[in-house]
């Protein structure tokens, strides 16, 4: 079955550091998605992509979270200056069509670990 | 913001037996649920939805129940397997929101004993 992929699966960063997460979504997905979740806490939406921009995104997603489909199969969320708060599991996601039904969930990564210490 | 509550952080369970979580919402604009599990150092795995034009969806051991009027749903698992040992997330949406934006509960670990 496809897989939505992410990369790496476990980074440490130093504050103040830019990292970029990388994820590779379901080949015929259009809609793609980063979300997070902080160790205890709950799963948050952060931003929505379609079409080579920004769909919607979240108040945590501020000036220093970006986002980009650089080619044809990756998706990458950048964090040009990560601060401690941005530790966290960052899930990628995609889905194939616009409305959230039965046979179009979102499908998600594995996760990437984000330390910043 | 709680928009989406589990209240329960755990719920044990025996091979065989029933399992039944639940979730509770206050937004009433939510017009769509899902339930996803999700396993240690893996991603939330997409189980079962409903929309909130029926009150019920059943699909193989997985049966989410939806009351609107008590803003809650629940998700039945019968029987309940070793497997099935995971936390479970409820999510939902609402129209005003964009494709793919979800409202996470909190989550239920569920552990089934053999």
């Known amino acids: 079955e496809p897989e939505v992929t992410q990369t790496p699966s476990h980074q440490v960063t130093q504050m103040g550091q830019e990292v970029i997460l990388r994820c590779v979504p379901i080949?015929?997905?259009?809609?793609f998605y980063w979300y997070r979740q902080i160790l205890g806490q709950k799963v948050e939406f952060l931003v929505s992509f379609y079409n080579n921009e920004i769909s919607e995104k979240s108040e945590i997603f501020d000036d220093q979270f970006s986002v980009e489909r650089p080619d044809g199969s990756n998706f990458t969320l950048k964090i040009r200056s990560t601060k401690l708060e941005d530790s966290a599991m960052y899930f990628c996601a995609s889905s194939e069509a616009r409305e959230l039904l039965s046979n179009s969930p979102l499908h998600f990564g594995n996760g990437t670990r984000l330390t910043v210490t | 913001d709680q928009q989406v509550k589990q209240n329960s952080p755990s719920l044990s369970v025996q091979e065989g037996r029933i399992s039944i979580l639940n979730c509770d919402y206050t937004?009433?604009?939510?017009?769509?649920f899902l339930w996803y599990k999700k396993y240690p150092a893996e991603g939330p795995t997409f189980l079962i939805s409903?929309?909130?034009?029926?009150d019920k969806n059943e699909d193989g051991r997985f049966t989410v129940f939806l009351n609107k009027s008590a803003k809650h749903l629940s998700l039945h698992i019968v029987p309940s397997q070793p497997g099935d040992s995971a936390v479970y997330f409820c999510a939902a949406s609402a129209p005003d929101d964009s494709w793919g934006k979800l409202q996470f509960g909190a989550g239920t670990q569920v552990v089934v004993t053999p």
């Open positions: 409903i929309s909130s034009i029926k």
């Open positions: 080949s015929n997905h259009l809609y």
């Open positions: 937004n009433s604009m939510f017009d769509y």
